[in-house]
Structures are given as structure tokens and as C-alpha cells.
């Protein structure tokens, strides 16, 4: 299985800052790596797709980079419904794999 | 817009069955558009993606489940379903129906709670 590693597990940030969140894959995956956002109790939702395609209606201040192993999701300029918790997932290869996420705390 | 909606019970006996359905609204579930899919998400492993179903019926499952799992779709009341046999505390989970056209997951259902316990 693709194994991605999200690290670090949390980060604390203000509103207004630039915040990236990064995410490693185990073995080179191209472009095949998406990325949701998740808020309690809530299902995830589909930010970014393809590494840097933003889905239709998610905000522009989101983007996304990376290609291979290596991928960042950047919020520009955190606002304060960004605090939540990232994931990134491959849909290189089956069975699809998700990140441990990465939660966004306010400092 | 595609909606989809988990239903099913809460609670299951060690041992016994996890069934599960999820209820496509919005669109055809024989569109040919999407994949069907099953995640779950717990505190200790996170999100796990246990399979899909395409409308042909074609499969395909993580081997992570051991053959315990079966999805199948129901096109007549455009629903897609989830059996998981000889379930323990382990799987006691948050499941989710999610479709997806590419690989990434574009709609989720809200998500239920399954609890596996005597």
C-alpha cells in the first residue's frame, strides 16, 4: 500500500497567516493526490484535486503543489473557518490511502 | 448535486454482520459518473478506505478487510450497500458512502456511527 505521511500532526497559527501543510508519499504517485479539509463531527470535504486543481466553490486562498512524493497544501491568508483538520489521499493506485492529517489549531 | 445518506444500524454484536446502505439522491447511480465507495474513520487508524463499486457491479476491496467485506448496488432504489462479516471492537468506526469520478472523493455522506459491542 502507499503509505503518506502528514507531519506535523498539529500547528498553530493566527488569522491572517500564510500556512502551509505538507505531505509525503511512499513511493512516487505523479500528480495523484488530493486533499480535504474536515471539521468535527463532520464529514471531509474535497478541496483540492489532481495536487493542484481547486475543486469548484473552495475559496482561491487555498492552493496545492507537489508532484512525485513530495505535496504542500497553502492556505494564503488563514481566515478563522480554516481552523480544521487536512487530509491529503492518492488516487494513484488501490486500495486508496489517506494522510494522519494535519490539524490547525489557533495560536 | 449528488447527495448521498448512510442508514443502517448503530449497533452490532462481536461476531455478527455490519450492514449498511447508502442512498443515492441528485443523480442516477447508474450514470456511469462515479465510483462508490465506503471509508471509515476512526481515533486510532484515521480515515480507511474499504472498497467500491462501479454500476456494472465490478469490485474493488482493500485487502486490509481479508475477504470479510462485500459491496454490492441496488440500481432499482439507487442505493449501494456494505456487508463487513465477523466484526470486532476494532471495527467500531464512523462510516462514510463517498462517490468519486477520478480518484478523489468529490461526495460524502454525513457519516454514522457504528458501534461493535455485546
Known amino acids: 500500500d502507499i503509505q503518506l505521511t502528514q507531519s506535523p500532526s498539529s500547528l498553530s497559527a493566527s488569522i491572517g497567516d500564510r500556512v502551509t501543510i505538507p505531505c509525503r508519499a511512499s513511493?512516487?504517485?505523479?500528480?495523484?493526490l488530493n486533499w480535504y479539509q474536515q471539521k468535527p463531527g463532520k464529514a471531509p470535504e474535497l478541496l483540492i484535486f489532481?495536487?493542484?486543481s481547486l475543486k469548484s466553490g473552495v475559496p482561491s486562498r487555498f492552493s496545492g503543489s507537489g508532484s512525485g512524493t513530495e505535496f504542500t497544501l497553502t492556505i494564503s491568508t488563514l481566515q478563522p473557518e480554516d481552523f480544521a483538520t487536512y487530509f491529503c489521499q492518492q488516487s494513484y493506485d488501490t486500495p486508496r490511502t489517506f494522510g494522519q492529517g494535519t490539524k490547525v489549531e489557533i495560536k | 448535486q449528488v447527495q448521498l445518506q448512510e442508514s443502517g444500524p448503530r449497533l452490532v454484536k462481536p461476531s455478527q454482520t455490519l450492514s449498511l446502505s447508502c442512498t443515492v439522491s441528485g443523480g442516477s447511480i447508474s450514470s456511469g459518473d462515479y465510483y462508490w465507495n465506503w471509508v471509515r474513520q476512526t481515533a486510532g487508524k484515521g480515515l480507511e478506505w474499504i472498497g467500491r463499486?462501479?454500476?456494472?457491479?465490478?469490485?474493488n476491496y482493500n485487502p486490509s478487510f481479508n475477504s470479510r467485506v462485500t459491496i454490492s448496488v441496488d440500481t432499482s432504489k439507487n442505493e449501494f450497500s456494505l456487508k463487513l462479516d465477523s466484526v470486532t471492537a476494532a471495527d467500531t468506526a464512523v462510516y462514510y458512502c463517498?462517490?468519486?469520478?477520478?480518484?478523489?472523493?468529490?461526495?460524502w455522506g454525513q457519516g454514522t456511527l457504528v458501534t461493535v459491542s455485546s
Open positions: 463517498a462517490a468519486d469520478r477520478g480518484g478523489d472523493f468529490d461526495y
Open positions: 463499486i462501479y454500476t456494472t457491479g465490478s469490485t
Open positions: 489532481y495536487a493542484s
Open positions: 513511493q512516487n504517485i505523479g500528480s495523484f
